[in-house]
Nanobody
Framework: VQLVESGGGLVQAGGSLRLSCAASGFTFSIYSLSWYRQAPGKQRESVGTITTNGRTNYADSVNGRFTISRDNDKNTVYLQMNSLKPEDTAVYYC??????????WGQGTQVTVSS
């Protein structure tokens, strides 16, 4: 398994970013996947999930602002983040649903939202 996140950066509050996660080493299309984030000094938390047929659900803190999508032909899952807030600042990761801290994790991508 390999998961490579990209697309992070520095953005002002109210701005947008689109993150990508390129997956390899497994049959991408048959797995639900999640985006997670970890802010400094905090535990990693789930941001949202996309099922194999494209159904999504989100944490309350991002619902209505973030959108997860996937492209099974490209083995890639996306996280569109709009109306960003300083509290969205974190390292963002993708992984399987309910991945434990001891599981494999990619390097993540840093998102910093300035006020």
């Amino acid at each position: 398994v390999q998961l490579v996140e990209s697309g992070g950066g520095l953005v002002q509050a109210g701005g947008s970013l689109r993150l990508s996660c390129a997956a390899s080493g497994f049959t991408f299309s048959i797995y639900s996947l999640s985006w997670y984030r970890q802010a400094p000094g905090k535990q990693r938390e789930s941001v949202g999930t996309i099922t194999t047929n494209g159904r999504t659900n989100y944490a309350d803190s991002v619902n209505g602002r973030f959108t997860i999508s996937r492209d099974n032909d490209k083995n890639t899952v996306y996280l569109q983040m709009n109306s960003l807030k300083p509290e969205d600042t974190a390292v963002y990761y993708c992984n399987f649903v309910k991945s434990s801290p001891s599981a494999y994790w990619g390097q993540g991508t840093q998102v910093t939202v300035s006020s």
